[in-house]
């Protein structure tokens, strides 16, 4: 079946730090890519997105790049906030094989310190 | 547009009761998705609903839960006899009737059974 693995962490940065968290997935077909992030106590907010392979997402300053040939979608950010302290979840979700569900990693804690 | 919304946020049980958490989709989402995430993991596909019927069950435990979506009214997930291991955060997803790969996530219910 479908797995998505991720760095484990948790990753404290100073503010300003480049930020890297590794994203590597298993699937059957050809599955849409998601990073969503949960900060403490919330739900989880998508951050960004990529549908095709050499897509790139992007929001707020993160990217993640699909790559197929590696079969990842690590996520980056230049420099990194306080406020970007949260928890990052890798996922991906095949409609065609798995009617919409998303499969998704087991999360990285980022703790930004200023 | 609101988004998903769920209920109660806050849900404590003690062994042996029943824990009903309710989630309304975002307005015109047909498709609803619950997940649920155990501590310091991510979150794990429980069960695939559109209106009035079960179109994906196999993350749900084979006993004492069970989920629905009613024509009328908000989807429930239902546990019966809590036990201690079903303390989680579930959360609920929709998504609209045309094929997407995008799912919106309410603010979770946070179980505790003592």
């Known amino acids: 079946g479908d797995s998505v693995t991720q760095m484990e962490g948790p990753v404290t940065l100073s503010e300003e730090a480049f930020l890297t968290i590794n994203c590597t997935y298993t699937?059957?077909?050809?599955?849409?890519l998601f990073w969503y992030v949960q900060y403490p106590g919330e739900g989880l907010q998508l951050l960004l997105k990529?549908?095709?392979?050499?897509d790139k997402g992007s929001n707020k300053g993160f990217e993640a790049t699909y790559r197929k040939e590696t079969t990842s979608f690590h996520l980056e950010k230049g420099s990194v906030q306080v406020s970007d302290s949260a928890v990052y979840f890798c996922?991906?979700?095949?409609?065609?094989?798995?009617?919409?569900?998303?499969?998704f990693g087991d999360g990285t804690t980022l703790t930004v310190k200023p | 547009n609101a988004g998903v919304m769920q209920n109660p946020r806050h849900l404590v049980r003690r062994r042996g009761q029943e824990a009903r958490l309710r989630c309304s989709p975002m307005?015109?989402?047909?498709?609803v998705y619950w997940y649920r995430q155990l501590p310091e993991e991510g979150l794990k596909f429980m069960v695939y609903?559109?209106?009035?019927?079960?179109?994906?069950e196999s993350g749900m435990p084979k006993e004492r839960f069970s989920a629905e979506f009613p024509k009328e009214g908000p989807s429930i997930l239902r546990i019966q006899q809590v036990v201690r291991g079903d303390s989680a955060a579930y959360f609920c997803?929709?998504?609209?009737?045309?094929?997407?790969?995008?799912?919106?996530f309410g603010p979770g219910t946070r179980l505790t059974v003592l």
């Open positions: 609903l559109q209106k009035e019927n079960i179109i994906d």
């Open positions: 997803a929709s998504s609209p009737p045309e094929i997407t790969d995008t799912q919106y």
């Open positions: 307005k015109g989402h047909s498709h």
């Open positions: 996922a991906l979700s095949d409609f065609n094989t798995n009617a919409g569900k998303s499969t």
């Open positions: 699937a059957t077909g050809y599955p849409s």
């Open positions: 990529a549908t095709k392979a050499d």
